[in-house]
């Protein structure tokens, strides 16, 4: 079983850059692939970024560029660091483990969201 919590949302104008954080409990965090989604209102939760316990990357063409995904295996911890936010990038951003690729249902856990707003 696996726990996230994230962290580190906010407000931010357009143009700045935040940084999430979601820790993880479990003892084989280093093996799960962690992932980053986001749910504008009205919207379906969509991908924006993917790293495996070795490291491998993916990223969303929306944030490529922009967002770096992250992790840090002794803290059992994934980061999303996000610059030069617009507007379009407001949503509520969860993090997600045990997955394989960039759909929402091949993840087994979730953390419950971390609130992302970007002003104009």
């Known amino acids: 079983q696996v726990q996230l919590v994230e962290s580190g949302g906010g407000l931010v104008q357009t143009g700045g850059s935040l940084r999430l954080s979601c820790a993880a409990s479990g003892r084989t965090f280093s093996t799960y692939t962690m992932g980053w989604f986001r749910q504008a209102t009205g919207k379906e939760r969509e991908f924006v970024a993917r790293?495996?316990?070795?490291?491998?990357?993916r990223y969303a063409d929306s944030v490529k560029g922009r967002f770096t995904i992250s992790r840090d295996n002794a803290k059992k911890t994934v980061y999303l660091q996000m610059n030069s936010l617009a507007p379009e990038d407001t949503a509520v951003y969860y993090c997600?483990?045990?997955?394989?690729?960039?759909?929402?249902?091949?993840?087994?856990?979730w953390g419950q969201g971390t609130q992302v707003t970007v002003s104009s």
């Open positions: 790293i495996s316990g070795s490291g491998n990357t």
């Open positions: 997600a483990a045990d997955g394989i690729g960039t759909l929402p249902n091949e993840y087994d856990y």
